[in-house]
């Protein structure tokens, strides 16, 4: 990109398992404003838009960009939607960045919306989406193919129970000091253990909740960025997607499925733009789509903050935690409230927030550097972003 793109502001709503205080275009207003407000800027400033939406089932409604348009004022502006399934949040401030890169637009705002809630046809989706011929009869789903995850990285890496039930405390923790995050409540290790099993080794308390909920993200050039007080400066950016099958991510290597190995592709290119060498001793906060316990760890090591199979030490270390050397969701992050096409631009949203120093009370101190990612499919589409507070 010839031209470094930047955030001035963010917004998200409350999120809820059901929002039926306010219709989808309500919603998206909600989120709209408060990032227009962040940003100081009116809609009228905006040159374009990017609508992320996952698959419209998860609406119930055709085409839901064009539903909403006209409830936060993009009517007659130049607007793309995106959509990479889980990944869809993380894709679409991608998509903005380029659109600014290539000198198409000054100005961009990614709008991020999920309402699950609307539609019965939701699982469905889930069910559905392994293939037909080799892997739908095995009665997959996203939870049972996870644990397949988990099962393997038990095997292979170590993972018990109390590292699950470890990264799940921290998380809700976190969420506490999060106003915007969908279940604020205090929980024990013992509290996870003890939790309903839904596939071994998974308990609810392992696993994301289903929230509606909308993201907004104003984006526009570093050197508009740099007059301002507060903005949040675009390093690194990086996608991958793996093959359809999960049989052919099983080899003899254990780390094609126990490790997400598009997650790791997607953060090199992002490292590679951002000249990171060594993430763990650069980074300063991590914001990762992991909507299960199990799969921030493998993350951590997908990502190169732990060398393979050692992920579960940063667990047993501390290292992960607010006051650790490497704070990973201190949002609460995707266990806590999880707007499925739009979790990944809220981890965009507050790893920006972390740099401008602007996070609030789950604000990690002196964080210049920061990581988001995204994921959709079955660990299969993966997005990265690094954030800084500084240009290039």
């Not at 903050?305 to 609460?332: C, F, H, Q, W, Y």
Request: hydrophobic share 40%; charged share 20%; with cysteine.
């Amino acid at each position: 990109m010839s031209t470094q793109a930047a955030v001035l502001g963010f917004g998200q709503t409350k999120f809820r398992t059901t929002r039926s205080d306010v219709g989808a275009s309500e919603l998206v207003f909600e989120a709209v404003s408060r990032a227009l407000e962040d940003a100081d800027l009116t809609i009228d400033e905006i040159d374009a838009v990017v609508f992320a939406s996952a698959p419209e089932v998860f609406e119930g409604v055709y085409e839901p960009d064009r539903w909403c348009v006209e409830g936060f004022g993009g009517v007659g502006k130049p607007m793309m939607r995106v959509h990479t399934g889980g990944a869809t949040g993380g894709s679409g401030p991608l998509a903005a960045a380029h659109l600014i890169g290539a000198g198409m637009y000054e100005s961009v705002l990614v709008v991020g919306l999920q309402r699950t809630s609307e539609t019965a046809d939701a699982q469905a989706v889930f069910t559905t989406i392994f293939d037909p011929i080799y892997e739908q009869d095995v009665q997959l789903n996203v939870i049972t193919g996870i644990a397949l995850v988990a099962s393997r990285q038990m095997k292979y890496y170590g993972l018990t129970e109390d590292h699950m039930a470890a990264v799940s405390v921290k998380n809700f923790d976190n969420a506490l000091r999060n106003p915007f995050a969908h279940l604020h409540k205090k929980i024990t290790e013992d509290d996870v253990k003890s939790s309903r099993q839904l596939a071994s080794p998974l308990r609810l308390l392992h696993t994301c909740p289903r929230s509606d909920g909308a993201a907004a993200v104003v984006m526009t050039t570093a050197e508009r960025a740099a007059k301002r007080k507060h903005a949040a400066y675009v390093k690194g950016l990086g996608c991958a997607a793996d093959v359809y099958r999960i049989g052919d991510r099983i080899h003899d290597d254990e780390s094609d499925f126990a490790i997400p190995r598009a997650q790791a592709w997607s953060a090199q290119g992002a490292y590679r733009q951002a000249g990171i060498e060594n993430p763990r001793r650069e980074l300063d906060v991590v914001e990762v789509y992991a909507p299960f316990s199990n799969l921030e760890i493998a993350y951590y090591e997908a990502l190169g903050l732990a060398e393979k199979g050692r992920g579960i030490e940063l667990v047993e270390s501390g290292a992960t935690s607010m006051n650790g050397d490497i704070p990973v969701v201190p949002s609460g992050g995707c266990m806590t409230a999880n707007p499925i096409g739009a979790t990944g631009l809220v981890r965009f949203g507050e790893a920006a927030l972390q740099v401008m120093g602007r996070a609030g009370e789950h604000q990690v101190d002196g964080a210049q550097l920061a990581l988001s990612t995204a994921c959709g499919g079955i660990d299969q589409f993966y997005t990265t972003a690094i954030l800084s507070s500084s240009p290039n």
